[in-house]
């Protein structure tokens, strides 16, 4: 069942939200060569902590750690180490959710490692692009799947490729709520867009193939023809005043 928001919820959220970006800076600013995985998760799960919330991602399925760390041609549910360390021109997504008076927030950012090619730049900036363009189809009245077109047809006009077997969802007092959100589909498909409802819309985009496998970790998704691939996500809120980014740090260009 979808369940639509008050907005008490929803302002609830946005803070949560805030302090999640907040995170998200931090670890930005960490990203650099020679810096372990682990480390960036002990930086974002001590920061979640002090924020007074608790980290989503630890502990649910059975998941490790509090954020996904995905390297160059792994798509995302990279778990962190302490001898996976970053290198110069290696594209990181970083994924990271947290619990905050209840409810949850999610985001996730691909960052440059030092000196990146322009084409991995280009795979960046087309990802976020995605997100972008399928935000504004995020309206009462429309539906999932006019989303999640035109995430699809941003990424795939660039020449790049959409997982298929990973999608959005909804977000609240549970990390993972209905509806699931696709990036890609059909205009006029799919559950209606009410008011008050909350996702996670969440592009993740392949320079090479779409398919994608998984390690025999049980959680690492990586491209089937090792290409790399990059992930943007945020937690929106559907307003009357239209689309809202409940999660919202972005890298200055
Ligand atoms: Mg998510």
């Keep these: 069942m979808i369940e639509a928001k008050s907005q008490a919820e929803i302002a609830i959220m946005h803070e949560s939200g805030r302090r999640l970006s907040g995170v998200m800076k931090l670890l930005y600013e960490a990203v650099r060569p020679g810096v372990s995985t682990l480390e960036l998760d002990r930086i ?5 902590r002090k924020l007074g919330g608790v980290p989503s991602f630890k ?4 998941f490790p750690a509090s ?3 995905s390297i160059n041609e792994v798509i995302v549910h990279g778990i962190p180490g302490k001898k996976t360390k970053l290198k110069e021109g290696d594209i990181i997504g970083i994924d990271i959710g947290m619990c905050y008076n209840g409810f949850h927030s999610d985001m996730a950012r691909t960052f440059a490692v030092g000196t990146i090619s322009d084409e991995d730049q280009r795979l960046i900036d087309v990802t976020r692009e995605s997100f972008w363009n399928g935000l504004k189809f995020a309206k009462i009245g ?20 959409v997982v298929r077997e990973m999608v959005g969802h909804g977000v609240g007092k549970k990390l993972h709520e209905e509806p699931e959100v696709p990036n890609f589909g059909k205009k006029g498909h799919g559950p209606r867009l009410i008011d008050g409802m909350v996702i996670a819309i969440e592009p993740m985009i392949n320079a090479g193939v779409k398919e994608g496998k998984t390690l025999a970790d049980g959680w690492t998704f990586v491209t089937a023809d090792g290409a790399k691939s990059a992930h943007y996500e945020n937690t929106i809120a559907i307003t009357q005043e239209g ?4 999660t919202e740090f972005e890298v200055e260009l």
Excluded at 44 to 48: K, M
Excluded at 59 to 62: I, M, N, P, S, V
Excluded at 142 to 161: C, K, L
């Design 243 to 246: 689309p809202v980014a409940l």
């Design 142 to 161: 429309n539906r999932i799947g006019d989303i999640g077109h035109e995430v699809q047809r941003t990424a795939e006009s660039a020449g790049f490729s």
């Design 44 to 48: 974002a799960e001590n920061e979640i």
């Design 67 to 69: 954020i996904c760390a």
């Design 59 to 62: 502990g649910l399925y059975g």
